[in-house]
């Protein structure tokens, strides 16, 4: 199945330099100064999927308020997305890296 | 042990400092933004900030010019700490956190100024990607330089519809509806006691609607049975206008608004009472008319009571001069007076605002048992009304949350709390002053498991 | 004025209240029996708590109780009709790399064997082979049949099981004072509501010295509560509960994949204001004891703290059985962070002094005369994981005399 085609729309000209980030392993050009959520929703349409109903979340209220948006980093490390700056190299996961296994 | 530590950088925070720094005060201020300006008075990152004129118009810009030069001006007495969230206050101390390290911080006068977020009401579909807050889709763009989606609708009661409606269309959305869900007789009565308190502000409002209509946009009132559908994202917005017609609109994001929630964790948790307004139709904090809450503590902007940036700026100013008068220093007799009388004009209209732009609370009891009430943990409406209903059920809402989860979630009932009271007092036909308020604990939010405490004066 | 005549009356409905209830009616269906409670059922410690259901560790003296509540507890769906998350996960009782701590775990290994609990002492070796996410222990007592259970469900489901077993549940309804006269119980209550009853069962948690006094005897109740948080949800991976020997952190996983925490030192908290303050520095040392743990955890997040009001004893042994002074008036109360086990235990036995005037259970160690005739001792716990003013507390009593 081909990802849905996101919406998320930037309408400013990025002037500033741009960032290398991997969302799920992909390479994505954002830029300099962006959230990450902005980064990841102009890519594709989903930040993470709901713990209790597995329904795709894309964060709600984008100023840090609902919490809706928190995502992973490669590294296990929870960030929320709306307010959290990308970085070049950084590597953002849209669900939870492979843990321990199960006991 | 610092004199004063103001807690937000938002309009009030910035006001208060201003005064604060003037009378050779140094105050602390913390705020876990990049950038100060709060709400209203966002700045973008560097990258964007030339852009922001585009996005404002020119008026606002240079408003927002003008605070940002003001609180630039004072920089030297000032110490602005971005990205600093102050996450819990107990027994004189302000704990916050900056990239897990916490500090916690002594004060002698505490000041906070932490603004209001957009409140909701659960409509079918509101979880789906795509849909997001009315404010949440103004500040995406004046922050980010971004929209929520190429066709939008505007959906909820707010004076903000529509001028984020406005600001979308300007930079090239297409602005599939405003759908306004306070009918327009309701707007008719509150325009008087509007026009008495700040005709020009109503003059700008009436001329948002005006233009919108003049670009062709569809503008309802009284929109009722409000519901979002699609497969995985929004795709189509249902609702009934009030001519009682059902329409199906095809979109690809929804802004969705009802006024502001005031955020009053931090007082709560310092023990402050708060007393429910009806007109607001929320807890807010009992404080004096220049915003003193308890010894030491003191409270300004819309996270003490609703009243709009320049309420916020001056309730801020009169709040420094509070702490100030407090500690004995002479404060200008004059000017503080007339603060105070234009503070309350400002807050007279907000109030009427309040009553033009009212909360469909009604919609509670009938909203559909399947409709997610509490979106952190996914409970639906009718889990919460079949709890009601059982033998010992709760009667208040911390109650319903111990029970359900509902309000337990990452952001602390600040979505759902205000609604579950709705919901419960239309199942309990009681008022719903008393169904309660969620009790704050700290963290205000989530912080960091790997965080660690450092000492208040390393840096 | 209503006045409500009863076989049983019961002050306090938090677990010790219900489960008192419940099992009243289920083992008399003619014993008429009232729970009146001041707030809502289960609001106070028996909703708030941990929720361990942990048989090993215990007093050897709480062991027999413990065990009998344990085979009720694995009835609950029986019992009540609803499961409220109960689950046998297990518990580790682990000790760091130090003499004192691994010689408290191979002690309460023995004594719950002696008590006839099965239990597994593990070496790092073999902690290592089942939970290797698990760090810093050197040793453990492994307890298969200790279990968990969602605290915030249990006492309202028990409550709704007792009404529908035929108990009256009174909420929002304080017991202003009770007496006795002749062979009858008064009781006044808010609301002017009066009951009568020929039993009385003193279940007020941490207030019900209070209702001792009513009576002229009293216990030195310390009212604290450890600190307690949780995390965001992660991946379901931590099975049992565990429980570092030296009190720094107790930790279990939900379901849902929230990470439950009680941390240390106890702290004071109010009945009088009904408040449980949590200390934000405790909840920070609570999250690096739980990291240095289990390391897996070290990128999510503290999503909120909380503590409760639970009634403490020097000796760390709650009072469970009559009165020194009043016949027919039962104590039940001071459970010492242990009470949420052992409630349906507690229950059924306050069934037995009820319908048959004794227990086959022993109680003797529970006893309130203990601090009047100074027999009591203040337990080591106090000195340990308790705050200072604590301590104060606790060794300041009446029959403290014995300190060991
Ligand atoms: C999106 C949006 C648009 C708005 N537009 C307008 C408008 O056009 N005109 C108007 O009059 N009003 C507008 N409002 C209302 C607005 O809330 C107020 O007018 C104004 O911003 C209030 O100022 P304030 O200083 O009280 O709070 P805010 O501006 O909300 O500032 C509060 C600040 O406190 C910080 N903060 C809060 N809690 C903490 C914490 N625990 N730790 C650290 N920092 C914290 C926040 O990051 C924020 O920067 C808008 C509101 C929103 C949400
Ligand atoms: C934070 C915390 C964590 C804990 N963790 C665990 C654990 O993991 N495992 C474990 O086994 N135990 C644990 N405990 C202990 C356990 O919760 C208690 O021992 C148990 O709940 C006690 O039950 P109770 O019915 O005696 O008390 P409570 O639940 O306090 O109930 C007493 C009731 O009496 C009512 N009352 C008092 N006075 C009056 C009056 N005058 N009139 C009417 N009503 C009155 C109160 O409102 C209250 O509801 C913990 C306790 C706390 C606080
Ligand atoms: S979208 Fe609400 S916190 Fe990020």
Redesign the interface.
């Known amino acids: 199945m081909m990802p849905a085609k996101p919406r998320l729309v930037r309408v400013l000209d990025r002037t500033a330099a741009s960032a290398t980030i991997t969302i799920d392993g992909d390479v994505v050009q954002a830029f300099a100064g962006e959230s990450v959520l902005v980064a990841v929703l102009a890519h594709t349409t989903r930040l993470r999927t709901h713990e209790v109903d597995g329904a795709p979340r894309a964060g709600f209220c984008l100023m840090g308020a609902c919490q809706d948006c928190w995502v992973w980093l490669a590294d296990g490390h929870r960030i929320r997305a709306c307010t959290t700056r990308v970085v070049d190299g950084m590597a953002v996961l849209t669900g939870p890296p492979a843990g321990p296994a199960d006991a | 042990m610092h004199s004063t530590v103001i807690v937000g950088a938002g309009p009030a925070g910035m006001a208060a400092a201003v005064v604060l720094a003037r009378a050779g005060e140094h105050p602390i201020i913390v705020d876990?933004?990049?950038q100060p300006g709060g709400?209203v008075w966002r700045k973008?990152?560097?990258?964007?900030q030339?852009?922001l004129a585009?996005?404002l118009g020119r008026a606002a810009a240079a408003e927002h010019e003008q605070a940002h030069a003001e609180f630039a001006s004072i920089a030297a007495s000032v110490d602005h700490r971005p990205r600093h969230l102050a996450w819990?206050l107990?027994g004189g101390?302000l704990?916050v956190i900056e990239h897990r390290r916490?500090r916690?911080l002594r004060y002698g006068a505490l000041l906070l100024a932490t603004g209001a977020?957009?409140r909701l009401l659960p409509v079918p579909g509101w979880?789906?990607?795509?849909?997001?807050?009315l404010?949440?889709?103004q500040?995406?763009?004046k922050?980010?330089?971004?929209?929520?989606?190429?066709r939008v609708v505007f959906a909820g009661a707010s004076p903000l519809l529509y001028l984020a409606a406005l600001q979308y269309k300007a930079?090239?959305?297409t602005v599939v509806a405003v759908l306004d869900t306070t009918a327009l007789p309701e707007k008719l009565r509150a325009t008087p006691a509007l026009a008495a308190a700040a005709p020009r502000v109503l003059a700008r409002g009436l001329s948002y609607m005006a233009r919108l209509r003049a670009g062709g946009v569809a503008i309802f009132h009284g929109v009722t049975a409000l519901g979002i559908e699609g497969q995985?994202?929004a795709e189509r917005v249902r609702f009934r206008c009030s001519r009682g017609a059902e329409h199906d609109l095809a979109v690809?994001?929804v802004a969705l608004g009802f006024g502001l929630r005031a955020?009053t964790q931090l007082l709560d948790l310092a023990g402050v009472p708060l007393a429910f307004d009806v007109d607001f139709r929320q807890w807010l904090p009992i404080v004096d008319g220049d915003g003193r809450a308890a010894p030491g503590l003191y409270a300004a902007g819309d996270g003490c009571t609703i009243g709009g940036a320049a309420a916020a700026a001056i309730s801020g100013r009169l709040a420094a001069y509070a702490i100030l008068a407090d500690r004995g220093v002479a404060v200008p007799a004059t000017e503080v007076a007339m603060l105070r009388a234009r503070l309350a004009r400002l807050r007279a209209f907000q109030r009427a605002l309040s009553r033009a732009f009212a909360w469909p609370a009604h919609w509670l009891a009938d909203a559909r048992d399947d409709t997610v009430l509490c979106?952190?943990?996914?409970v639906t409406v009718g889990v919460v009304r079949a709890a009601v209903a059982?033998?010992?059920g709760p009667?208040e809402v911390n109650?319903a949350k111990?029970?359900t989860r509902c309000g337990?979630?990452?952001?602390?009932a600040?979505?759902c709390g205000l609604a579950t009271a709705e919901l419960m007092a239309h199942a309990l036909a009681a008022p719903v002053a008393t169904m309660g308020r969620h009790r704050s604990?700290?963290?205000v939010?989530?912080?960091?498991?790997?965080?660690?405490?450092v000492d208040e004066d390393t840096p | 004025m209503t006045v409500l005549r009863v076989n049983t009356a019961i002050v306090g409905g938090g677990l010790m209240g219900c489960w008192t209830a419940l099992m009243l009616r289920r083992r008399d269906p003619g014993h008429c029996v009232c729970v009146i409670e001041k707030g809502k059922v289960g609001a106070q410690a028996s909703g708030v708590n941990y929720g361990n259901l942990r048989i090993q560790g215990r007093h050897p003296g709480q062991l027999p109780l413990s065990l009998r509540a344990a085979s009720l507890w694995e009835r609950l769906p029986d019992l009540i009709g609803e499961g409220c998350e109960f689950d046998a996960t297990g518990h580790l009782y682990a000790a760091r790399d130090d003499a004192r701590e691994i010689a408290k775990v191979e002690t309460a290994a023995r004594q719950a064997s002696e008590a006839g609990l099965a239990t597994e002492l593990l070496d790092a070796r073999a902690l290592a082979q089942r939970w290797p996410w698990l760090n810093g222990f050197s040793m453990a007592s492994w307890s298969p049949r200790d279990a968990i259970a969602n605290p915030r469900l249990v006492t309202p489901a028990v409550a709704r099981a007792a009404r529908a077993h035929g108990a009256l549940i009174h909420e929002d309804t304080a017991v202003h004072g009770a007496a006795r006269t002749g062979a009858v119980f008064r009781i006044d209550a808010a609301g002017g509501l009066t009951i009568e009853a020929d039993t009385l069962i003193n279940a007020a948690g941490a207030w019900a010295p209070e209702v001792a006094g009513w009576f002229g005897e009293g216990a030195p109740i310390v009212p604290a509560g450890p600190p307690q948080f949780v995390t965001d949800a992660v991946p379901y991976f931590i099975r049992p509960s565990v429980q570092a020997v030296d009190g720094t952190v107790i930790f279990r996983q939900v379901r849902q994949g929230h990470v439950v925490v009680a941390g240390y030192p106890r702290s004071p908290s109010d009945p009088v204001a009904n408040r449980a303050p949590v200390d934000a520095r405790k909840i920070v040392n609570a999250m690096g004891h739980l990291l240095r743990a289990v390391p897996a955890l070290e990128g999510a997040t503290l999503l909120r703290v909380w503590s409760g009001i639970e009634g403490y004893l020097p000796d760390m042994l709650p009072v469970i059985g009559p009165s020194g002074t009043t016949p027919r008036l039962v104590h039940a109360f001071g459970f010492c962070g242990h009470g949420f086990q052992l409630a349906p235990g507690v229950g059924d036995v306050l069934a037995d002094l009820v319908l048959e005037g004794s227990s086959r259970t022993p109680l003797d160690r529970f006893s309130i005369g203990r601090f009047a005739d100074g027999s009591a001792e203040v337990a080591e716990h106090f000195t340990r994981e308790f705050d200072r003013s604590l301590q104060v507390q606790a060794v300041a009593h009446p029959g403290a005399q014995r300190t060991r």
């Open positions: 876990e933004a990049e709400q973008p990152a560097a990258p964007l030339p852009a585009r996005i819990n107990q101390e704990f916490i916690p977020t957009d979880t789906l990607p795509g849909v997001f807050s404010g949440g889709a500040t995406l763009l922050d980010q330089g971004a929209l929520i989606g190429r930079m090239g959305a995985d994202y690809d994001a955020e979106r952190c943990e996914n059982a033998p010992l009667r109650r111990a029970l337990m979630g990452r952001c602390q600040r979505f604990q700290a963290p939010k989530p912080i960091p498991l790997d965080a660690t405490l």
